[in-house]
Each structure stands twice: as structure tokens, then as C-alpha cells.
């Protein structure tokens, strides 16, 4: 499936932002997706995943409460809602889809990556 990420930009401590992620080529609905995430020199970090129905999502530590993975399989989309953001939560932010079952957590999992979009928090 190949994935095409949107939505990020500058803000301010405190701001929001949500990003998209449209799906095609495939059966969005087949699959699981996620959210990671890579700051400069940095390894790429799992942010958030939502299973293939929406029916379940998982968070890292750091993102549980400020943000909401969501998704519409009608419009081959995955959403990342993030709130409350913090100068830390600076990176480029990547949406992944896979068919496999595992951690949601682990990068070598994912079959199909985005392009990532910037997200930048100024204090």
C-alpha cells in the first residue's frame, strides 16, 4: 500500500496539530496502522497504532493523553490528533501499515512507510 502523510507545520507549546495519512493501492481496511516518529540523530520511535477496525489503539508512554490515533477505512485515512504539544515531540513524523500481528511498537513489522511530515513546537 503506498501512504502519503500531511498535516504537519510549526506551532507553539500548547498547540495543536492533527495529521493525516491516505492509503491506496490496497485494502486500507486489511490493515494495521501506526505512527513513529524521528528526531535528528535520533532512532525512529513508535508514537501510536490503531488495529485494522479502529477497535484497538496503542500509545507510547509519552503521547497517552495529548494524542488520539484514529482512523476511517471509508476514506483510506489514519489520523494522528495531537494536543497539549511539546518542543520534545519535534520530529518527523512517519505513518506505517503492515499485515503482520506483533508488537505494535517494533518498525520491522511494517510492510509500507510514508514519506513523514514535519512537525516543528517552538517554546
Known amino acids: 500500500v503506498q501512504l502519503q502523510a500531511s498535516g504537519g507545520g510549526t506551532v507553539q507549546t500548547g498547540d495543536s496539530l492533527r495529521l493525516s495519512c491516505v492509503a491506496s493501492?490496497?485494502?486500507?481496511?486489511?490493515?494495521?496502522m501506526a505512527w513513529f516518529r524521528q528526531a535528528p540523530g535520533k532512532e525512529r520511535l513508535f508514537v501510536a497504532g490503531?488495529?485494522?477496525?479502529?477497535?484497538?489503539?496503542y500509545y507510547a508512554d509519552a503521547v497517552k493523553g495529548r494524542f488520539t490515533i484514529s482512523r476511517d477505512n471509508t476514506k483510506n485515512t489514519v489520523y494522528l490528533q495531537m494536543n497539549s504539544l511539546k518542543p520534545e515531540d519535534t520530529a518527523v513524523y512517519y505513518c506505517?501499515?503492515?499485515?503482520?500481528?506483533?508488537?505494535?511498537?517494533?518498525?520491522?513489522?511494517?510492510?509500507?512507510w510514508g514519506q513523514g511530515t514535519q512537525v516543528t513546537v517552538s517554546s
Open positions: 490503531i488495529s485494522w477496525s479502529g477497535g484497538s489503539t
Open positions: 506505517a501499515a503492515r499485515l503482520s500481528s506483533g508488537s505494535y511498537g517494533d518498525p520491522t513489522l511494517y510492510n509500507d
Open positions: 493501492g490496497r485494502t486500507f481496511s486489511n490493515y494495521a
